[in-house]
């Protein structure tokens, strides 16, 4: 009995404690009574553009799971390879370029012409000038998914900045390092440091192959020991975006223009889509594709994993919308996801309310600014400005959303007693509440109900 008695004694102080370091780790993570669009804390500046780093250690990013940046990579930049430790979803703002990724264990399907060398005492034998993994064309609107540890780089073939916008998931089980993110570099070096990781000095950082020795490395790749140094680029401080002097020319399918004057799509390889070949991109700014479109509103788009099927893997989706000056989206909240919302251009006015009934956020948000919608918040969005475009990045690869007006809103699904009751009003005004917005997700911000139902 005594034994017994210690035990349990022993294991209530046990929770007691790791409660305790619990709470003092994350104290109040997810207590958000004000929320705000939130700006980059750090710029990353590069040979060839810059990186800018959202604080994912603020409340709201930290409670969402959500890593974010922007790159801004100019005229003949190339992002260097880099893999990190959580799948991310990166949206094109403006330009054009080329990215590529290694999927580990993936052959190489990109082949240059064969050439034909004579070695000594043998015959011709065919080669190849350059074999590789598949690169794409990037353009203004494309999503993209990158897996975590999939190495990918970006190079700019346009006359204008490419940039571009990423939001990564350190929340999800794919990451089993901390809730941190960490980008492992194969090439380049961030001589100001990564400002965002906890308890480690801020240092430069460099590329991984300047931990290993110059020896290690010659070894491993059959190469000269020169050879070898040159890959830990220890003495050069070009950053992770450097210049590309001359032409750039990897391999590469041409474009062709779709039909209907649409934009150049990319001719696909005839191969089987298997987790090697699984197409990672899809372009969400035609509005002919559009899941909800008026003419005289906008359009709104949504990516997840019945379009996109590598997104059943990462966990992720996005949703893209365009809407007009005076027009509305629908009060809503997110059902089964947290979402970052980054605005690519103009203006709009964004309410959002908690579960105690509480506005914590109310103000103008503006082209480069990022807001976090947490899970059930209810929150509506009205353009202030002639266009208000946004990219919204969720959680969840089939995210599901409810509205509170509108003809599929959980108002319009309510019985008239339950209103009429509920909120002590009249029959006549529990049915303008439930029917006067004929609209499912967009609507005008101005003039009153658009169509009184008559009963």
Known sequence: ?????????????????????????????????????????????????????????????????????????EPQGLLLPTFLNAGKLTFVVHGKGLMGKVVPGCAETFMDSPVFGEGQGQSQSQGFRDIHQKVEHLRCGDTTATPPGV????????????????????????????????????????????QWLQGREQEPQNNIFSGFAPEVLAQAFKIKLETAQQLQNQQNNRGNIIKVKGPFGVIRPPLRR????????????????????????????????????KPSLGYISTLNSYNLPILSYLRLSALRGSIRKNAMVLPQWNVNA??????????????????????????????????????????????????????????????????????????????????????????????????????????????????PWKA
């Open 151 to 194: 190495a990918h780089w970006v190079y700019n073939n346009g006359d204008e900045p490419l940039i571009l916008v990423s939001a990564y998931d350190i929340a999800n089980n794919l990451n089993q390092l901390d809730r941190n993110l960490r980008p492992f570099l194969l090439a380049g070096n961030n001589q100001q440091g990564q």
């Open 1 to 73: 009995m005594g034994r017994s008695s210690t035990l349990i004694s022993f294991s209530l102080t046990l929770l007691i404690l790791l409660h305790g370091y619990s709470a003092q780790q994350w104290p109040n993570e997810c207590q958000l009574d004000q929320l705000n669009a939130l700006e980059p804390f750090q710029v990353i500046k590069s040979e060839g553009g810059r990186i800018e780093v959202w604080d994912h250690r603020a409340p709201q990013l930290r409670c969402s799971g959500f890593a974010f940046e922007r790159f801004v990579i």
């Open 258 to 293: 779709g039909q209907g004057g649409q934009q150049p799509q990319e001719v696909g390889n005839g191969l089987e889509e298997t987790l090697c070949t699984m197409r990672c991109t899809e372009n969400l700014d035609d509005p002919s594709s559009a899941d909800v479109y």
């Open 338 to 451: 947290n979402a970052a919302l980054y605005v690519t251009n103009g203006k709009a006015h964004i309410q959002m309310v908690n579960d105690n009934g509480q506005r914590v956020l109310d103000q103008e948000i503006s082209a480069g600014q990022l807001i976090v919608v947490p899970q059930g918040f209810s929150v509506s969005k009205q353009a202030t400005s002639e266009k208000f475009e946004w990219i919204e990045f969720k959680s969840n690869e089939n995210a599901q959303i409810n509205t509170l007006a509108g003809r599929t809103s959980v108002m319009s699904g309510l019985p008239l007693e339950v209103l009429t009751n509920g909120y002590q009003i009249s029959p006549k005004e529990a049915r303008q509440v439930k029917f006067s917005t004929l609209e499912t997700t967009l609507t005008h911000s101005s003039g009153g109900p658009m169509s």
